[in-house]
């Protein structure tokens, strides 16, 4: 019993749910340009590992306003506008 009991477990270790590809990022500040994501649990701030596309950093982005965002490590882009 022990033996299969251990075995399912260990089974079960190496199951992590499936990241998501994408993340819904939300506008939280205009100055500096801090983005949110995971129900504000994660922030990012402009030069502090927020990275934009050249069509994300050329818009005017305000409080509120979602985008589309890859988490990257500790880094998250910003991808455009939704």
Known sequence: MYDTDMARRLKSLGKQPARPAWYLAECVDEQP??????????????????????????RTWEKGDT????????????????
């Open 33 to 58: 340009l801090t983005f949110s994501i995971a129900d504000g649990n994660f922030r990012f701030k402009s030069g502090e590992g927020l990275t934009m596309t050249a069509t994300a950093s050329g």
């Open 67 to 82: 985008a589309a965002a890859i988490l990257s490590g500790g880094s998250l882009l910003v991808i455009d506008r939704i």
